[in-house]
């Protein structure tokens, strides 16, 4: 949505609670603690999140969104069913084999993390200071490319190194690692001569988000 | 975004449906302790780990970790050369890292650059270092106008950027997670390390403020 009018003001609450609610913790700590079983990545459960309907998703506070695409990821999983769901009781026989996620492997979870970066030997396509353009392409699946940059120009501003693809790996269909970008994109270029002329955005983009200028 | 027709069955289930959806409870609250007893009941949850996962980033982890990093840089010039070079290494000595924060960059705000980060895509923030995100950085305004028009929001955020001033907005669109580094108040010479990271606030290191002059005025 960047660069969209109309979405209202920008409203900071002061001494904000990290959670407003209980129930957020609880969705919050239940995504993770399932994400363990890798039976989605983590493109795979942004992804779903974005096919929220888009009126329900701007009218939805950010932890209803992420709840509703929740419940979905489980039961497309099949961790689930909709009766299961329905009735709240568990279908006969359907309790996990293997134990779930220990509070020692919580822990480690945060400690660690789940790195994208891949020691994979593949060549970047484009090098420091070089100009690119942002490929104009408009997908139905998930994409980092942003709208907001698709057909214009930048500058290859750094080389981060060589990371899962995420417009793949958000379908199931490979991590297809490559290099990843900070592309600097003139705030004019973007946004026209309205924009401050020294101003710009930089975006993170992979190498199959762009072409040689 | 793509409708979803099981997607909408979930939302909203009380249109045309052949089960009873009377059984599930309309508020949150107990709908989502309805799933939870029900992953609990599966083995596909264990409590302690979900209340682990809750308490770390309820309580242990927040802005008071990227202050300690924007300090150490502040009063040491060896320290900041590591950390704007190599981001993950640097933060690695005060022991902080981890999930959302597996590959970090730092970015210095100075006489002439300003730097805000956003994420236009959802919500992506250097949760090692700040948290998890407040609302309204996860929510459309800030996300729809961070790129198009970063100097009006850092006005509504009470932060003056001259027109002599480059703002410099980084999207987080990768796995890269962002940490403005502010500018070292005046007039601070002779204070400690600890009394510096007072100085610093989350905002600040998101890029919508700039580091307070006095202590004591940050959230959280």
Known sequence: MGGMHGMGPIEPEQG???????????????????????????????????????????RMSYYERQF??????????????????????????????????????????????????RDVPVPAKFQFGQEVRAINVNPVGHTREPRYVRGKLGTIDRDHGVFVFPDTNAHFLGERPQHVYSVRFAARELWGHAAAPRDAVYVDLWDDHLEPA | MTPDPIQSEETEPHHDHDHDHQAIPSDPTLRVKALESLLVAKGLVDRAALDELIDTYEHKVGPRNGARVVARAWADADY??????????????????????????????????????????????????????????????YRSR??????????????DVGDDIEVRVWDSTAELRYLVLPERPAHTQTLTEAELAALVTRDSMVGVAKASGKAGTSPS
């Open chain 2, 146 to 159: 961070a790129v198009i028009d970063p100097r009006g929001v850092l006005r509504e955020f009470g932060t």
């Open chain 1, 16 to 58: 904000e609670a990290v959670f407003h609610h209980a129930w957020e913790s609880r969705v919050f700590g239940l995504r993770r603690a399932m994400g363990a079983w890798r039976k989605w990545n983590i493109d795979v459960s942004r992804h779903e999140v974005e096919l929220v309907p888009a009126a329900d998703y701007l």
């Open chain 1, 68 to 117: 509703a695409a929740f419940l979905v990821l489980l039961q497309k999983r099949g961790f689930i069913t909709a009766d299961e769901i329905s009735t709240g009781a568990p279908a006969s026989g359907s309790s996990a084999a293997v134990p779930a996620l220990t509070r020692d492997g919580a822990a480690q979870m945060v400690v660690k993390g789940v790195p994208t970066s």
């Open chain 2, 80 to 141: 900041k050369r590591r950390l704007l070079a190599n981001a993950d290494a640097a933060i690695s000595e005060l022991g902080y890292g981890g999930m959302q924060g597996e590959h970090m960059v730092v970015v210095e705000n100075t006489p002439t650059i300003h730097n805000i980060v956003v994420c236009t895509l959802c919500s992506c923030y250097p949760w090692p270092l700040l948290g998890l995100p407040p609302v309204w950085y996860k929510s459309a305004p």
